[in-house]
Each structure stands twice: as structure tokens, then as C-alpha cells.
């Protein structure tokens, strides 16, 4: 990424307003983007209509820069990929049954071990690349199959002198998962080497490959259940041994690829070819502006690979005799109740270190339940020294009581079975999961098995800053780290709620994990690629995919249309969208990323505006949209679907004055700001006039028929937002932020953890940080998750009680997040914090101290002592203006703004003594 402070502009010319999702006011200097970033309005660029065609003719002018690792490969002027003369490569055959797993093996003869070796490799739907039997990586990240990004892959530590074996397994899943609304099978591959001598090398995927169709995972295999394509099933008798090492010698049942007829600048998503098991036909021609586009292409990767560590599992806490009153397979099938009952053993014997042994037995079969550190992303694996046909299952779980199920088997049926080679196998399941409990179900047999490292290769985005927020206040302390590894859970290469159940990304509540991951962990490739490949969902009326990229609300489309379930695509999410985009060039001042969301933003603005009533509002019942439905949050916060419609309108005008308007003018399309901030200002009035109440002094979101339901009632969430954005008339934010501290029966609190900051954020800037600092304590610190799993779930409360669906590492990382910017109070005044503040309010906590990476460097802040008796110490950034807030009374040794606030000196670390704040 650029570096913002040198690519963008330092002002904007146009006005004050607060800034989406929490952040500061931005002073009237601060939007006026340059002539670099800016386009600059046509003629006849005025009205929705015309703005939406010129931004669709320059979408793809600047895309998101890709890794610098990757080579081998041409990346057009638009920021796609080319990489011929690699091929298309495929099993050949005229269809390709669902979970079908092909083996493409290249061997590589090198005189001498490679001064550089780089290039690109994407498989659909999956794949594992191995070089000498070594796994180097997995992927690709979860895409729109209409413009899959390329991995980037460095082989440089990895070929050597002489034979070298390219091993790549690809699972293509034939249906949808919450990773992949859909796909066509295909491997393509480039590899550049760059030889001691300046001689370079360039290998492809082409005739010189050969492939295997895997019986070892047999084809046609069942999905794990609606969200995961996946139920693996793999025999090790099965499975060609060695084929990815040097020596093996290849049989007839290794033949040369077929090559899909697709061209190797596009994803095999565009193969012409009339494919049995789901009919995908090739790209046809639109246009963006007068230039007629591939509708499809090839992108190279804009985020890091993924890095991966292996954890043990340790100790083995439990063990179980199964006798079996239902056939195995039945019950893992169907699940039956009573298929089982369970005897506590000790079965299992240590025998080293992270090793046990244990004899089969011939009636009964065995479990053995491993507990990792924490709960946990990537594959669970298992090594065992078996006789030949021992057959287990292994199965994963957020939460487990020790004496609860014998078998954890118990959601989602999330298992995967292997059936063991003679001697020792080494199993780990091909795709990933999300998990603290790992439990592994021998059936009967006879003979002596060894099982040893039981654990997880880990996998986590690898950010620049490991992200740490430290208290010495125990509890609140335990908060700060289950936020983390909840982040560090949810937020990989797609910003997914539950990454243990659907894995689906989606926007507007999940998607604040950002404020986190720029601030603390000083990242924003990521946070890009996520603007990126959610606005890839938007759809041809203007509506978000809530959920995207993922085939879930594709499947619900039809159900919705036939009128089979209320569900359709959530349309909240997608107005707050344009919050998460209009905050990326807040944060980073760079705009570029923002080019492809645009137009179709642009688009959800016309889409919606043609759907607002006649009072000026739009509406929130079921059938008002057809598909698409009005959100907001769970019954628990709204009893009734009308009681909706404040808060949403709320966020509409939100996302029109402090998201679209300034983008619009960023983008050159003045006269367009100007109409969607009036269409904003006309929202919010409508909204007031209509919900806010003079009476209670708080937005009723209930107001017209109160009477009706026998009395007022108010939301978390609307009181949060309309405090947070300045929506209350005259500034009133008192009764509110009252109502979010006392929390009385007539105020709905969202049961979801997700949506949390929307009060802490009203509850700080109305000076109540005491309330945020109790429920750290009191309501998170004492959640199940958080002191088992180090982690957050997803329901609010903390009874969720182990071995049941429950989600218990979520999205929920606000503790962190608003620990920087309600109670360390750091926020940004101007882009890319050119200008920021810092207004400290830790309320009884002992002590705080965090580090917010900027583009113009770091700001470190350790606040000590109790009220009274309070130290701050700040090192700041150079080539940045801090401002210092603090209680009207303060005398500090520091230039004076105004009452309670002083200038911070640029480049410098300062101690300040502080009495009244």
C-alpha cells in the first residue's frame, strides 16, 4: 500500500462532520482530496445517473496493489493477471462429480539450487501445494469466482539441486459453501526461477504435468452440513504414498491433464465448456462506459499468505468406552438418539511424550478428547501407528465439559473419517475449522494402536503489529486478550461471523474488527481486500449479498421467491458498508481501494431511494423489497419488525451525509455530494419528526403506536447510533446516554455481542465510562468463553453453556477497539490522522497502555494511577498534530486550545500529570 501521507492529499475543502463508526470530527480543512486521487466531474456529470456511469468507467482505473513477492506473471494496466503461457489444467473427463480430489505431480530437474524462485498458483475450489513432500502452502483465499485472486508463491527455499517434485492437491467442492458461492474445477500454475547465473526458467502448467484422480477421498462425498461443502472422508489404503516426493514411480492411473478451453488471463470460472454438473456458461460482453470488458478476470493476491504453526493438544483429558446399540456409520450419518452409551476407561496409556497407547477394543469403540491452549483456526491433525483398516473419526468443538457428551459429535456434524494405511499414518483434514476440543473415535477392532500429537497447524493473518492492549486489572485484562484471539479468529483473509459454524463474511457489524486491525495491528492490505470482495456481492437492482462471498444467500434467493422463508439478503449490512469504505481513506488517506466499491454503492443509493415512502422514510417490512429484508438486529433489541424502521432510517442517513457524500466529492462528483447530503439531512429530519420524542428526550422506536403496545420503547442500538452521529436534536444526548447506563425494561438490548459498541461509544462521549469499564468486568469478564476459550461468543450474557450450537468465538472484538478509542480516547480529526486527538477516560481502571499505529508513525500511550493522581505518558508521531483533552480544569505545561484541550508536541514523548481527569 502507499504510503498515505505522501500519495494523498493533506486537506479537504468542504465542511465539518462526523465521521462514521466512531471516529472524530473532521475539520473543514480536511476534504478536499487532489488532483492524484480525485477524478474530476464532467459536464454533464450531475445527478445519480451520470455520476454512476462515470464511476463505473473508472472502477477499475486503480486497484489495490498486489504482494511484492509475486513474479511471473504480467498484471495489466487495470490490476489483472495474465499468466500465460501456463493452461487450464483438469482431470480429464466430461464432468466432475461434487468433492472430487485430483493429484497434479511436475517433476523439475535443477542443476543447482535456485537464486530465486516465484510465481502464482490458484486451484478451484481448493488446493494444497507441496514441493519434496513438504507442504509450503493452501489456499486460495475465498473468492467471487468472477475474479478469484492468484496466490502468490515463493519457492525459493524449497527446490533444490537435482530432482525436485511439485505436488498440488485441488478439492473441487461442485456445490456451494460459506467460502464459495460457486465454482468450475481447474489448476493453473507459473513458476519464474532465476538462476545463479542470471538464467531464467520459466515452468507452467501444461503437458508436462500429470494427474491423479484421488479414491483416497472418494468423489461424490456429502457436504458436512448447509454451510461447509465438505464432509471428508479419506482412506489411507487408498492413497498413492510418496506421489509428491522424489522416487515415485507413476503407474496408469497417472494421465495427462485435460486442458479446459479457457484462457489463462481469466478464472476457470469462464470455461465455455457446457459442464454436466452445472451448466456455467462463459463470460458474455458488458460495458463499462463505451469500452466493452471481460465480465471476468483473473486478480493477483492483495493480502499475505496466511501463516501457519503447529500447536499441540494437550493433555488428554477424558476417554470413553462406546458400546454401539446403532451402527457407526448410521449414527455419524443421521445422528439417532440413544445410538450409543458411553464408559469412562483409561484405556489409553502414556507412552512419551505426547504419546499414548492403547489396545482396540473388539466390541466397543474408544474415544480420546485432546483440549487445546485456546479456541483456535486451522486443520486438526493426528499422527497413529495402526494396524491396516483401523478406522476414526475426528471431530472439533468450541465449547466441552469435561463428564458431558462421551461424543462431541454434537452440531453441525463436524467429523471427518480416516482409515489408516499398516503403520503409521499422519492424518490432518484438508480443510480448516475454527475449534478448542478435539476429540478422536477409534472403532472396534483388535490390535495395538499408538496415537501422538494431537494438535493444529494454526493458521493467522499475519499482521505487521501484534495487537495488545494491557491492564493490570486481572479480569478486564482477560477481556482485552479473548477480544484479540477473537480477531485474530474471525479476521483472516475474509472478515467472517462464526468462523467455527458458517464462515460467511459480511459488513456492517462484523466488519468493525477494522477500527481494531488498522489501529493496533497497524494492517490495512486486509481491511482493502475486504472492501473489495464483499462490494463483489452487490447486485444488478443495487442491493448488497449480505453475506458474500458465500453461496448462502444465493440459496435463500430462491427460497425467498417462492415465499419458503423470511430470509433474503440483509440490506443493513449493506448500507453500512459505505461507512467501512468512507473510514478506509479516513484511516489510511488512501482512496484507491474505494474505486471498485464505488459505483456500486452509487448503485445501493439509487436502489434505495426509489424505494423510500412518500413521509420520506424508507420501510421495513418483510415484503417491502421483495428478496432483500431490514435487519438491524436481533428480537431481543426489536419485539416487533416496525420497531426497526428508526434505527435503519438512522443509519440510512448515516451512510448518505457522513459516508456517500463525502466519497462523492473525493471522487470529483460535487454537484452529486451535494444532492445525496440533502437526501441525508431530508432522512434525518423525517426520522425526528416521526420517532424522536421531546417528552422522553430520546429517539421512541415505538413513538407512533406506543399506545398500542401499552407503552414507549427504546433500543441499544438506536440510542447508541444517534449519540454516536450527533442525530439527537439540539445536541440532547443526556436521556440517552442515560437510558444506555441504567439499561431499564423498556430499552431492548441486542442479545448478539456483535453490535456492543454502538453503546460504548454514546456512553463515553456522554461521560459514563464507568458503565463500559463494569460490563468489561462484569458481563464479559464472566462469559464462558472468555475464561475457557479465550475467547468471545456470540450471544450476550455469558450463559452459554458448553457441548450445544453455541458459537463461542464470534466477532466481537469491540473491548479492544474501544479501549483505544472511548477510554484511551485516541481518534483521528483529519485523513490519515494527520490531525488526531487523545481524550483519556478509564474511569477506576488502574492503569492502560496501547500502541495505535499511524501512516505517520506510532502513538504509544501508558496512562497510570486513580483518579486525582493520574500519569499519562505519549510518544507521538512526527508530521502529525496530537490535540490533548482533558477535564475543563487541567493546568498542563502545554500549549492551550481552548478549555481543556492543549496541543501535543509532533516527534515526541511526553509525561503529564493529571488532576481532575
Known sequence: MKNSSQSQPDHLNRRDFLTASGLATISAAALTPSAATAQPSSAEGT???????????????????????????????????????????????????????????????????????????????????????????????????????????????????????????????GQGDATCPMSRAGFIFKLEIEHADGRLETVVSDNSWRCHLSQAWKPGQHRMFFMQALQEEFDGRLHPHGWNEKGFAENDDWLEPSYPPCAANLPIFADPT??????????????????????????????????????????????????????????????????????????????????????????????????????????????????????????????????????????????????????????????????????????????????????????????PHEPRVITSDPVVQRVFDAATNTMRNAAQETFVDGMARERNQYAGGPSQCRHAIHTLAGENRQVARFLRSYSQGNTAEGYFMDAWPSHDRITRLGQRVLEATHCGAILDPGVRFALDCWEYYLYTGDLAPLREPYPRLLRQVKYLRGKMNPDGLLPVDQDDYGFPIVYVGFSGCFPDQRNRQCP??????????????????????????????????????????????????????????????????????????????????????????????????????????????????????????????????????????????????????????????????????????????????????????????????LADLPDLALTVHTPHGP??????????????TLTLPPNAAGELVVHPDESLNLKALGKGRFALPAGQTVNIELKHT
Not at 457407526?328 to 440413544?338: D, S
Not at 502513538?859 to 499519562?872: A, N
Request: hydrophobic share 40%; net charge positive.
Open 47 to 173: 445527478g445519480l445517473e451520470s455520476a454512476l456511469k462515470k464511476a463505473l468507467e473508472s472502477a477499475k482505473d486503480a486497484q489495490p496493489n498486489a504482494s511484492p513477492v509475486a513474479g511471473a506473471a504480467v498484471v495489466t494496466s487495470d490490476g489483472a493477471l495474465d499468466l500465460s503461457p501456463a493452461k487450464w489444467l483438469w482431470y480429464p473427463g466430461d464432468r466432475t462429480l461434487p468433492n472430487t480430489f485430483v493429484l497434479f505431480r511436475r517433476i523439475l530437474q535443477l542443476n543447482a539450487k535456485p537464486k530465486k524462485a516465484t510465481g502464482w498458483i490458484i486451484g478451484e475450489s481448493r488446493y494444497q501445494l507441496e514441493v519434496n513432500g513438504r507442504r509450503v502452502q493452501w489456499g486460495p483465499a475465498p473468492n467471487d469466482p468472477r475474479w478469484p485472486e492468484v496466490d502468490h508463491m515463493d519457492l525459493t527455499e524449497s527446490l533444490t539441486s537435482g530432482e525436485n517434485v511439485i505436488g498440488a492437491t485441488v478439492l473441487y467442492f
Open 274 to 463: 457446457n459442464e454436466v454438473m452445472n451448466w456455467i456458461h462463459g463470460p458474455k460482453k458488458f460495458v463499462y462506459g463505451a469500452e466493452a470488458r471481460s465480465k471476468f478476470e483473473l486478480r493477483p493476491r492483495i493480502i499475505p499468505m496466511m501463516r501457519e504453526t503447529w500447536v499441540s493438544a494437550a493433555p488428554l483429558v477424558e476417554q470413553h468406552r462406546i458400546k454401539w446399540k446403532r451402527p457407526i456409520a448410521e449414527y455419524f450419518a443421521m445422528r439417532p438418539a440413544k445410538a450409543y452409551e458411553a464408559e469412562v476407561t483409561q484405556a489409553a496409556q502414556p507412552a512419551g511424550n505426547n504419546v499414548w497407547r492403547l489396545d482396540l477394543d473388539p466390541e466397543r469403540g474408544t474415544t480420546l478428547t485432546f483440549a487445546l491452549p485456546e479456541q483456535s483456526v486451522g486443520w486438526p491433525g493426528i499422527t497413529i501407528e495402526a494396524p491396516a483398516g483401523t478406522t476414526l473419526e475426528m471431530m472439533t468443538l468450541d465449547g466441552h465439559q469435561v463428564g458431558g457428551p462421551a461424543l462431541l459429535n454434537t452440531h453441525y456434524h463436524k467429523w471427518a473419517r480416516f482409515t489408516c494405511r499398516e503403520g503409521v499414518n499422519h492424518f490432518r483434514r484438508f480443510d480448516f475449522d475454527c475449534f478448542r476440543w478435539l476429540q478422536v473415535h477409534l472403532h472396534p477392532g483388535r490390535g495395538t494402536v499408538v496415537v501422538s500429537n494431537p494438535g493444529i497447524l494454526k493458521r493467522e493473518y499475519p499482521w
Open 648 to 841: 435503519f432510517n438512522l443509519f440510512w442517513a448515516t451512510m448518505l451525509s457522513r459516508a456517500m457524500a463525502p466519497m462523492c466529492r473525493a471522487f470529483g462528483d460535487a454537484k452529486l455530494a451535494d444532492e445525496i447530503e440533502q437526501l441525508g439531512a431530508r432522512v434525518l429530519k423525517a426520522t425526528v419528526a416521526r420517532f424522536w420524542s421531546r417528552e422522553h428526550g430520546a429517539f421512541v422506536d415505538n413513538l407512533p403506536w406506543w399506545r398500542e403496545d401499552g407503552g414507549v420503547h427504546f433500543s441499544e442500538i438506536t440510542l447508541g447510533i444517534s449519540v454516536e452521529y450527533d442525530q439527537c436534536p439540539g445536541g440532547a444526548i443526556e436521556r440517552s446516554v442515560e437510558l444506555l447506563a441504567t439499561k431499564p425494561k423498556n430499552v431492548g438490548i441486542d442479545n448478539s455481542t456483535e453490535p456492543v459498541a454502538w453503546g460504548w461509544w454514546a456512553l463515553a462521549k456522554g461521560g459514563r465510562p464507568d458503565v463500559v469499564v463494569k460490563e468489561l468486568r462484569e458481563v464479559y469478564g464472566t462469559m464462558n468463553s472468555v475464561r475457557l476459550n479465550n475467547s468471545i461468543e456470540e450471544f450476550y450474557g455469558g450463559s452459554k453453556k458448553p457441548d450445544t450450537p453455541n458459537n463461542w468465538s464470534h466477532i466481537c472484538c469491540a473491548p479492544i477497539y474501544v479501549a483505544v478509542m472511548s477510554l484511551a480516547g485516541i481518534r483521528l480529526l483529519e485523513p490519515a490522522f494527520k490531525r488526531y486527538e487523545i481524550r483519556p477516560q
Open 859 to 872: 502513538i504509544s500511550f501508558s496512562c497510570k494511577g486513580t483518579l486525582g493522581t493520574r500519569t499519562i
